[in-house]
């Protein structure tokens, strides 16, 4: 065997001079676990996963899509009916996007549950928050896209709902339709949030996001002695890399499976009138939408605190959870208000997803 | 984390090998499952469940073997005996087919039961009365949160009699003398493969060949095309092949030719029978000859075999 570097040693070698490759590498391979890998860590990697799955058939989906509302519905057809593998793709896209609002929840569940808000991981949750919305902005904005019945009527309930907002909603609103009623403007804004400013935006925070996490190190598991967390710990690579390729393995057969059994069929072509068809947003936010039908949330004050005030306040108790929370105290089965208060929101959103499916039957 | 078996309660025990056991094995059975899709068996369906039974039995036998030796060595600190995957799941698979019909009737029961009485609730006037969505609401939370308690029992029932399986096999284990960090790093390597790069190429050979797979078997077109895009079915034209119909148009010309030299002899034929039929008559009636020519000079002559 010959000492004398190949060709790819020489260039590693030429880039590691300049750029630190190797320091780089170490830093990014050997980050020590404690307490081991684990499954329950995998999210975060499969989260970005599905992201960039959605980045490329997306963008392989904008080879074909015409963002305009002449179009847009004939276009997406073209791809189902006419684009090799289109109808693959588009179904691929639609069932990710599901995906990764499932992952989303697992994620923060998980964090959650692990008292890894906790400090000195304050700001990583907060970025969490920010990247949990920016998702949920994703599913609504693409919503719209195809122009069919389904998606011009819920993106419309959705914007009506939003004008709810006091002092702002008026404006955000207008903003987002692009005019008095939802038309070509709305879609072209929709477009240009969902394929630059909300990718762009989610890119950053995830790089922050991870910064941060990597700053302030795994938080581990909450059981365990100090000598038994150090007997068990891993290093990223190569165990909790393997268990993060499996899981994302799993997630992408997944997501073929749904793709290939319920591939993405189209309603009608929009129209300004809603017909027969009683407009429904997407799964994740049926438990919102069945919550609006209560009597309690009637009228203008009351859609207002079912749809913003509510919400609102949920989500800034989430914010200043680590603010609040200052028991350094990790083991869930030792919190019981948290665990009982996240089973209760679990329970509360699946039963209201549930009661939005069964009203439909009484739509009628 | 040092417990004795006889002081983890039979719960905690089966838990710790069966919530592991299930998950290690579910990224296996995806693939199984996305195969059988593939290969149009739905895994919801009689054949399609057989198959998935089928297949996940040595994957089930693999991971329960794999979660019990962690817990053994880590949990109870013993070391895990001989078959102890094989052991647990013969008892495992003993235990389901006696519990699970079982609890699926107390479950499917206690649904229907909370489902009428909640129903009955819902009959009273003064909830009559409230909106739809509030009537949905309370029904749906009244029956499935009996129905859940249920469930939850019945989980834990059948966790509380596979714990005890557990807890019998550590019968046959010996405590282990060996420190916490020599333990963990038993159960760390019964994970890693003895022949690494024979699992690294079996995996990437597998991957390569389900990528063919699954591109193989997945249609061009959509299988659920809208009813104002179902394109009619449109048999292609047979390709032409060059040499066979050259072949074709030669073999015609030729018979073509046969027939026209065929034709062409029949007429030569006729024309001499007749000519010699002329001149037989010439010699006897020259004047009777005359005369038939003149009085038929309209008749045309008798197509010959072939001519219109």
Same mark, same amino acid.
């Given at each position: ?42 999210? &975060?990697?499969? /989260?970005?996963? *599905? ?5 490329? =058939? +997306?963008? $392989? %989906? ?65 970025? &969490?928050?920010? /990247?949990?919305? *920016? ?5 609504? =904005? +693409?919503? $719209? %896209? ?82 038994? %967390? ?135 | ?308």
């Amino acid at each position: 065997m010959s000492g004398q570097p190949t060709a790819l040693e020489k260039i590693l070698a030429f880039v590691d001079e300049r750029v630190g490759l190797k320091h780089l590498q170490a830093k990014m391979l050997n980050e020590p676990v404690p307490g081991g890998s684990r499954w329950a860590y995998v999210f &975060g990697s499969v /989260l970005l996963f *599905i992201f960039i799955m959605q980045a490329v =058939t +997306g963008i $392989l %989906l904008m080879f074909y899509y015409v963002p305009s509302a002449d179009h847009a519905y004939a276009s997406t057809q073209y791809i189902i009916h006419e684009v090799d593998y289109g109808w693959f793709l588009l179904s691929y896209h639609f069932w990710g996007s599901s995906a990764m609002v499932v992952m989303v929840f697992a994620h923060m569940s998980q964090v959650f549950l692990w008292g890894a808000y906790k400090k000195p991981r304050e700001m990583i949750w907060l970025v &969490g928050l920010a /990247l949990f919305g *920016i998702v949920m902005g994703f599913g609504f =904005t +693409g919503y $719209l %896209l195809p122009w069919d019945q389904r998606a011009y009527w819920a993106t419309t309930v959705g914007v009506e709902i939003m004008d709810k907002t006091p002092i702002v909603g008026d404006f955000m609103a207008r903003f987002l339709k692009g005019g008095p009623t939802p038309g070509q403007m709305t879609l072209s804004r929709f477009f240009v949030i969902h394929v630059m400013i909300l990718p762009a935006t989610l890119m950053g925070l995830a790089g922050l996001h991870i910064f941060l996490f990597r700053k302030a190190g795994p938080a581990g598991p909450f059981r365990g002695s100090v000598e038994e %967390l150090k007997a068990k710990t891993d290093y990223f690579f190569p165990r909790q890399i393997w268990k993060d390729m499996v899981a994302m393995g799993a997630v992408f057969f997944t997501i073929c499976s749904l793709a290939f059994i319920e591939p993405v069929v189209l309603l009608e072509e929009a129209t300004p009138d809603p017909g027969e068809y009683h407009p429904e947003p997407e799964w994740y936010f049926l438990f919102l939408f069945q919550l609006l039908r209560l009597k309690i949330f009637s009228g203008e004050f009351g859609q207002f605190l079912g749809a913003i005030a509510i919400p609102g306040a949920f989500m800034a108790l989430l914010a200043a959870l680590p603010f609040i929370d200052r028991s350094p105290e990790r083991n869930i089965f030792k919190r019981p208000v948290a665990l009982v208060g996240w089973i209760l929101v679990m329970a509360g959103i699946l039963m209201f997803t549930v009661s939005a499916i069964i009203n439909r039957e009484f739509l009628d | 984390m040092t417990e004795q078996p006889v002081n983890m309660p039979p719960v905690k025990l089966g838990l710790a090998v069966a919530w592991p056991a299930l998950w290690t094995g579910i990224p296996i059975k995806i693939v199984v499952v996305l195969l059988l899709l593939a290969a149009g068996l739905h895994p919801w369906e009689p054949v399609g469940l057989a198959f998935l039974l089928l297949l996940s039995i040595p994957i089930d036998i693999w991971a329960v073997g794999l979660s019990a030796r962690t817990v053994f060595l880590e949990r109870l600190r013993m070391q895990p005996p001989e078959g102890l995957g094989m052991a647990l799941w013969w008892k495992g698979m003993a235990l389901n087919v006696v519990y699970f019909p079982l609890a699926y009737i107390i479950e499917s029961q206690t649904i229907a039961l909370s489902k009428a009485v909640a129903g009955h609730i819902m009959e009273i006037e003064l909830i009559k009365a409230w909106p739809v969505a509030e009537r949905i609401s309370i029904e749906l939370t009244l029956w499935s949160s009996i129905a859940t308690l249920m469930l939850i029992m019945l989980l834990l029932g059948w966790l509380f009699l596979f714990g005890k399986f557990v807890a019998k096999q550590t019968t046959a284990a010996q405590s282990s003398d060996a420190s916490y960090q020599a333990l963990i790093r038993q159960w760390d390597l019964i994970r890693v493969p003895s022949d690494q790069p024979l699992l690294l190429t079996a995996f990437t050979a597998s991957g390569v060949l389900l990528v063919f797979l699954f591109w193989g078997f997945m249609p061009v077109t959509t299988p659920h095309p809208h009813e104002q895009y179902k394109k009619d079915e449109v048999k292609a034209p047979p390709a032409i092949k060059p040499t066979e119909v050259l072949q074709k148009s030669e073999k015609l010309l030729a018979q073509a030719e046969g027939a026209v030299q065929a034709l062409e002899e029949q007429k030569a034929k006729e024309e001499a029978e007749l000519s010699k039929s002329r001149s037989k008559s010439k010699g006897k009636s020259p004047a009777k000859d005359a005369a038939q020519g003149k009085a038929e000079p309209g008749k045309p002559a008798k197509p010959g075999p072939g001519k219109p």
